[in-house]
């Protein structure tokens, strides 16, 4: 496993590669909001072999570069990430996004669809059925929240990000790791940048075209996700032909962590498609 920088569209851009390189297509996770790589630690050692996986810290997340005047929406991502497919000499692969992740996985199926070979959304933003209740109330009061200091602003999301475990004490240790770059002044922007950038908009758009997508396509969210309601990946079944559903009974929103087994189980089985 080798992490290295890659400067795509004016940033730099971190990600780093696993697996080898076989006869199969290569598989690249997209995490989603506010998380980075590490989403995808327990997945990336269970995927099927013969395979280049390859997992990509987002602008503004993890180790890549904060994102200045470049854009974090949905659209910008996407770009971004086709950008790097051509910068690593990947022609096609199967991408999987969790989160936010999964919309831009959804937005460049839909506009480089020749560039998917398969598609998994997990726990994914889809058509109008985001963000959550809070997100919105946090974007209506952005003008106070960027004066409010980073640490209380990091303990808000810390509290809020919490409920999408069902194990607490991984809760606590993967959210610290999350919240960890946004708790200094600098921070407090680019998380300022992100909520703002949570905008349906992009998924409202891409939604029209998904009927189009011809990758085979499996979605899997948590029976109990806090923050994306399952009607979201029922309707993503119903638009996408041939997308298969796996509801996970007891799931919340972090199905990477906490269920890293089944989803590999998934993956595999959509590979074979």
Request: glycine share 10%; net charge negative.
């Amino acid at each position: 496993m080798r992490g290295e920088f890659v400067d795509v569209s004016g940033a730099r851009l971190y990600y780093y590669a696993a697996g080898t390189r076989g006869g199969g297509e290569p598989i690249v996770l997209l995490h989603g909001f506010p998380t980075s790589s590490h989403l995808w630690q327990g997945v990336v050692p269970l995927l099927p072999e013969g395979r280049r996986i390859v997992v990509v810290d987002l602008l503004g997340y993890g180790r890549s570069d904060p994102p200045g005047e470049l854009g974090v929406d949905i659209r910008s991502h996407a770009e971004r990430i086709l950008v790097l497919l051509d910068l690593l000499g990947i022609n096609r692969a199967c991408l999987v996004g969790h989160d936010i992740g999964g919309g831009i996985a959804q937005a460049v199926a839909v506009r480089a669809p020749h560039r998917v070979s398969h598609l998994c959304l997990v726990s994914s933003v889809a058509f109008d059925e985001w963000p959550s209740r809070e997100v919105k109330l946090a974007r209506a009061t952005m003008p106070l929240m960027r004066h409010l200091p980073a640490t209380w602003l990091v303990g808000v999301l810390r509290t809020d990000l919490a409920r999408g475990y069902v194990d607490d004490a991984l809760a606590e240790r993967s959210v610290d790791r999350y919240v960890k770059p946004f708790a200094t002044t600098g921070g407090r922007d680019v998380l300022m940048a992100h909520v703002e950038a949570l905008d349906p908009t992009d998924t409202i758009e891409i939604g029209g075209r998904l009927g189009a997508v011809p990758a085979p396509t499996a979605i899997v969210h948590g029976a109990h996700d806090p923050f994306l309601p399952l009607a979201g990946a029922r309707r993503l079944q119903q638009a996408i032909r041939g997308a298969t559903l796996d509801v996970l009974e007891t799931g919340r929103h972090f199905i990477p962590e906490e269920s890293p087994e089944r989803l590999a189980e998934i993956l595999a089985t959509l590979l074979d498609r």
